[in-house]
């Protein structure tokens, strides 16, 4: 059975720091492409980043590239997800989700229970 659980969400100060974490089970993290996406009250879920397996190629949204860093420990069974010079609109709940192959080109089969972000003074 798939499980992926959140960690590392909570309130900081704008241009804050935040390390999200993705702890995967029930099957081979190796294997497949994880994605990250957030979602802000009265909004629709927006994809933040995916994170490749293999070479571990990583793509970012544009408003956060050069602030997120998205990388993963297959040993661990971690993906994390690095959130610097946080601002107020990145205020949302974070999931991780699974994709169905090991590129950020297939689609999302399952996911997390999401962790909350807050950004504000």
């Known amino acids: 059975q798939v499980q992926l659980v959140e960690s590392g969400g909570g309130f900081v100060q704008p241009g804050g720091s935040l390390k999200l974490s993705c702890d995967a089970s029930?099957?081979?993290?190796?294997?497949?492409?994880i994605g990250w996406f957030r979602q802000a009250p009265g909004k629709e879920r927006e994809g933040v980043s995916c994170?490749?397996?293999?070479?571990?190629?990583?793509y970012y949204e544009d408003s956060v590239k050069g602030r997120f860093t998205s990388s993963r420990d297959n040993a661990k069974n971690t993906v994390y997800l690095q959130m610097n010079t946080l601002k107020p609109e990145a205020t949302a709940t974070y999931y991780c989700?699974?994709?169905?192959?090991?590129?950020?080109?297939?689609?999302?089969?399952?996911w997390g229970q999401g962790t909350q972000v807050t950004v504000s003074s």
């Open positions: 994170i490749s397996s293999g070479d571990g190629s990583s």
């Open positions: 989700a699974k994709y169905d192959v090991n590129t950020c080109r297939g689609v999302v089969h399952d």
């Open positions: 029930g099957f081979t993290l190796d294997y497949y492409a």
